[in-house]
């Protein structure tokens, strides 16, 4: 395996490298004797300080990558390497303990709760695993943290998940995750179920968290403009795989993949604007995991697609400084 | 120029409900004016009361949820809150159409979709059932759908969350209604889908001639949609107006607030964003003056003790509010 | 231009704010109470002797001396009664006990663990299940006679496959939940999530369940006792009693419905008060 070719936009051998993840698969059998490949072939590398956001629509996968990530449980197949140890080779014990340098948010932040333990003991809680830590300087890390993400500690305490707003909810769960101090924070769609006006407060808060707390992230989600705003680079995926990686501000410039630009098109922005043309969406629907299209797994759908789309399945190609395209016919810049 | 005859007029009109946490003034006087062919926004966070003004019109919350109705609900010069539940019913699904959210749970599991949308023509329009079968698998095709003759014969569990929608879609159209209320059309859909979904409404309306209330918490989807946009917080419409005119200069500060908080894809990478702070009203003790003023930057003694009046800049530009930006401020 | 205050100014009320209880609630957890401590209290009640017959004073009305008359053998029916609710209650708590501890320990194993220990404790479910209730207990019974230990386990053991499966639906549900997910995580281990994390949750719908069950483990001992299958005499069951009276229920009705009201007023107040708490937590759920 280590000899195997490594994908072109990995920065191996850079000491800065928090987490490389390396030719990914995720395969789930299903009952009835199916099997679905929710995730092939992915990789990426997290440098520290970093964040890497994650996009794409239902059934890519992403939110299978980050808990392959976390090994929970662990991928079918490839490696992930957090700060130059690969954690298949652990045994179940130090995965066990190495967990406090990976930790995830996820994206209901009610459910991410246990409805029956009081906040204080949430957030405690990894603590308690840890066991490095006696009542005391536990009680202290807490409530740092507590302020750190902006509740009042006192205020909170005692009280029970379903006492707090959801906002309130998913900045204890960030609490729970950073107390450990990780290296890496996973955030699985951490603010999909807040509403408008508290998803800015959330994003906020994780910006100066990574700041503060000296975090690389991974960032997954569906909303381009959320994911754009929040990191400095972006992988795309489409029905398990990476279509293009790139730095964000890279991506409103030239979007290289015909999805990406499909994508991009689609969201709508709040903008004055005359009314929509109709025609210009995307067409079609994605693909059943299950049974995937030959080759170029998004040429069902391209404008672009032509015979060797079918035939052969592209792989991630540098385009441009830190650009890279699975694409046969990848659009070009306009300048 | 003379404005044209509203198809639906609502004025003043009030929803409170009764909830285990006490009376919700879901809907606290809200008057609206919706002409025929135009596409209304209903823009609002959640909680700010647009589910139940959408119900509210259908006269579709229960009764033994609903303490207190008020105001009125003019539908082509009849109002809709003193009809007779026979005569509501010939208005729902024929005149008056709603599409929802989620489609798996607005879909009847059990039954096939061409059926459910066969229902709708037998009931209103009575056609036999062969007609209906013709006409409901024409439906599907306009709508989007494949193989419709094939797909009419599939459950919704077997059919994606797009599909569905256009399904549910079919059904709201099958009798040719004068408007339809789409509640969180595409909220939970992928955001490709979303755009084939918003052509596909808009496509309907201009060959229909339909008026459409898009009711969303997302100002970006009515943006190349609505011809205006109503503003909803706390059971209230705060601000109304052209939807070109509310996006580019907003006068309430709620709506400058929500339009600051959403990032663009334009922004610039890690730009911040500005948060409202503070949450929600839950609606059960509203305060006593402006329901924005516990979270808003601009708000002072007048705007907490007394709730703002009506101001109207003209043109169709409403908005409520003590101290709201200049025009030249946003 | 200030901030507008912090957002932990307002908190949400909890959801569980005690309110007075309504009367679908107190009525039956008046008798419950009452129920539990006359048969908890039943030797130093001042009531007349259950065991003494009085073969001059058999089938009379109630009276001053003996509140609700005497049975065919002169025996007070108040008495035995209250002996016979007794045996009901403990028979109904401990076989519960029994299928909740027992059912619960392997519905949470099974609903966590799933793979090959979910299907060898399914097996052994269906197994179970698949026994006519009936037919066990009078073959349990009948090879190692009847003892109210006796009765208890058997009932308990019948009850295992219920609890089983409440258990393990529940389970089941609560080990997809996010925050099992982050307890894993953080490098949880498994016994302490069963413990910590999923137990407690688990808590309030068996509670709940058992409520109920009891109603139907109370019913199930009276149906054996009226068939002379649970435990023997001069010990009074309710469903003894009824049984032996039956012939004189046109003499002395009072002697068949005293045991049969007891039973009657404590069945349904187990259900009443179960369906409140099942209500309550269905609220509390929904609230979430």
């Not at chain 1, 698969?25 to 590398?45: I, K």
């Not at chain 1, 890519?60 to 929970?72: F, P, S, W």
């Not at chain 3, 939940?177 to 982050?182: G, S």
């Not at chain 3, 099942?278 to 509390?284: A, I, K, P, W």
Request: net charge positive; with cysteine.
């Amino acid at each position: 395996m280590p000899d195997a070719a490594l994908p072109a936009h990995l920065r191996d051998g850079d000491a800065d490298v928090v987490l490389s993840v390396r030719h990914l698969s995720r395969t789930f059998d299903l009952p009835g004797g199916q099997r679905v490949q929710a995730v092939a072939d992915v990789s990426f590398d997290i440098a520290a300080g970093e964040t890497l956001g994650l996009v794409g629509e239902s059934g890519c996968g992403k939110t299978t990558v980050g808990r392959a990530i976390m090994h929970l449980p662990p991928p079918s197949s490839g490696e992930v390497v957090v700060e130059g140890t690969p954690l298949s080779q652990l045994t179940a014990e130090s995965l066990r303990l190495s967990r406090s340098r990976l930790q995830m948010v996820f994206q209901d932040p009610i459910s991410s709760l246990n409805p029956m333990r009081t906040i204080g003991e949430i957030v405690a809680a990894p603590l308690v695993v840890a066991g490095r830590h006696d009542r005391a300087a536990r009680e202290d890390m807490v409530r740092e943290m507590l302020e750190a993400v902006g509740l009042d500690p006192a205020a909170v305490w005692h009280r029970r998940p379903h006492e707090l707003s959801g906002g309130q909810c998913q900045r204890v769960s960030i609490a729970r995750a950073l107390v450990l101090r990780p290296r890496l924070l996973i955030c699985d769609e951490p603010v999909s179920s807040l509403d408008v006006s508290v998803q800015a407060q959330i994003l906020n808060l994780l910006e100066d968290a990574k700041q503060r707390f000296g975090l690389s992230m991974l960032f997954i989600a569906h909303d381009l403009a959320v994911v754009k705003n929040v990191s400095d680079r972006l992988a795309v995926m489409y029905l398990g795989r990476i279509c293009e990686i790139a730095p964000s501000d890279r991506f409103h410039v030239h979007a290289a993949h015909p999805y990406t630009a499909a994508l991009l098109a689609a969201v709508p922005e709040a903008t004055p604007q005359p009314k929509r043309r109709i025609g210009r969406a995307l067409k079609g629907e994605i693909p059943s995991p299950l049974d995937p299209p030959s080759g170029c797994r998004f040429r069902t759908r391209c404008p672009l697609a032509a015979e060797r789309c079918a035939a052969e399945e592209p792989s991630l190609r540098p385009l441009g400084e830190d650009h890279y395209v699975a694409c046969h016919f990848p659009i070009a810049r306009t300048s | 120029m003379t404005a044209p005859v509203p198809l639906l007029s609502i004025r003043d009109l009030r929803s409170y409900l009764r909830t285990p946490q006490g009376l919700v003034r879901a809907v606290d006087g809200v008057s609206l004016d919706l002409a025929p062919g135009q596409t209304l926004g209903l823009v609002g966070e959640s909680g700010c009361g647009k589910s139940v003004l959408a119900r509210s019109i259908l006269g579709l919350v229960p009764d033994s949820l609903m303490v207190k109705a008020g105001g009125e609900i003019r539908f082509e010069g009849r109002d809709l809150r003193h009809l007779q539940e026979h005569e509501m019913r010939s208005v729902r699904g024929r005149q008056i159409a709603m599409i929802f959210q989620d489609p798996m749970t607005s879909l009847n599991p059990v039954k096939r979709v061409g059926g459910q949308i066969e229902q709708a023509l037998r009931l209103h329009l009575r056609f036999t059932a062969r007609q209906a079968r013709e006409r409901a698998v024409e439906l599907l095709g306009s709508v989007g759908i494949p193989s419709p003759r094939q797909r009419a014969e599939n459950y919704p569990h077997e059919m994606s969350g797009g599909m569905r929608q256009r399904v549910m879609i079919a059904i709201a159209l099958a009798c040719d209604p004068k408007v339809l209320i789409a509640d969180e059309p595409t909220t939970a859909l992928d955001v490709t889908v979303q755009a084939q979904i918003l052509d596909l409404l808009q496509e309907q309306q201009e060959k229909r001639g339909m008026a459409l209330i898009l009711i969303t918490h997302n100002l970006g989807v009515v943006a190349g949609m609505a011809d205006e946009v109503a503003v909803m917080y706390a059971g209230r419409i705060v601000e109304h107006g052209a939807t070109g005119d509310l996006l580019a200069a907003p006068r309430m500060p709620y709506t400058a607030a929500l339009l600051r908080s959403v990032p663009r894809i334009a922004d610039p990478v890690h730009s911040r964003l500005e948060a409202i702070g503070g949450r929600p009203p839950i609606l059960v003790d509203p305060p006593a003056g402006c329901r924005f003023a516990p979270r808003c930057t601009r708000a002072d003694e007048v705007c907490r003790r007394e709730p703002p009046e009506k101001r109207d800049a003209g043109t169709g530009r409403r908005f409520v509010c003590w101290h709201p930006l200049e025009a030249a401020d946003a | 231009m200030t901030l507008p205050a912090a957002e932990t100014a307002a908190m949400r009320p909890s959801v569980g704010r005690f309110r007075l209880p309504s009367l679908a609630m107190s009525l039956p957890a008046a008798w419950i109470v009452l129920a539990l401590a006359v048969s908890l209290a039943a030797p130093l009640l001042p009531l007349p002797d259950p065991f003494r017959q009085a073969l001059l004073r058999t089938l009379q009305p109630p009276s001053w001396a003996h509140w609700l008359g005497t049975d065919s053998l002169g025996r007070d029916v108040l008495a035995r009664s209250i002996l016979g609710l007794r045996v009901s209650l403990l028979v109904g708590v401990g076989s519960v006990a029994f299928g909740l501890a027992v059912g619960g320990a392997l519905g949470l194993v099974s609903g966590y663990f799933r793979s090959r220990v979910d299907l060898w404790i399914s097996a052994a479910m269906t197994v179970i299940l698949s026994f006519p209730p009936l037919v066990l207990a009078i073959a349990i019974v009948s090879y190692a006679g009847p003892s109210l230990v006796l009765v208890i386990v058997t009932l308990g053991i019948l009850f295992v496959p219920s609890f089983a499966r409440i258990a393990r639906a529940n389970t089941l549900s609560l080990a997809d939940r996010e925050f099992v997910l982050a307890a894993r995580a953080m490098g949880m281990r498994n016994g302490r999530i069963l413990a910590q994390e999923i137990l407690p949750n688990l808590a309030a719908p068996l509670i709940a369940y058992s409520m109920l069950m009891v109603a139907v483990a109370v019913i199930a001992e009276a149906s054996l006792s009226f068939l002379g299958l649970s435990v023997p005499p001069p010990e009074p069951t309710l469903g003894g009693m009824i049984a032996t009276e039956r012939a004189n229920l046109l003499d002395a009705p009072w002697a068949v419905f005293g045991p049969a009201a007891v039973l009657f007023l404590t069945v349904l107040s187990l259900n009443v008060l179960g369906d409140q708490v099942q209500r309550r937590l269905d609220r509390r759920e929904a609230a979430l």
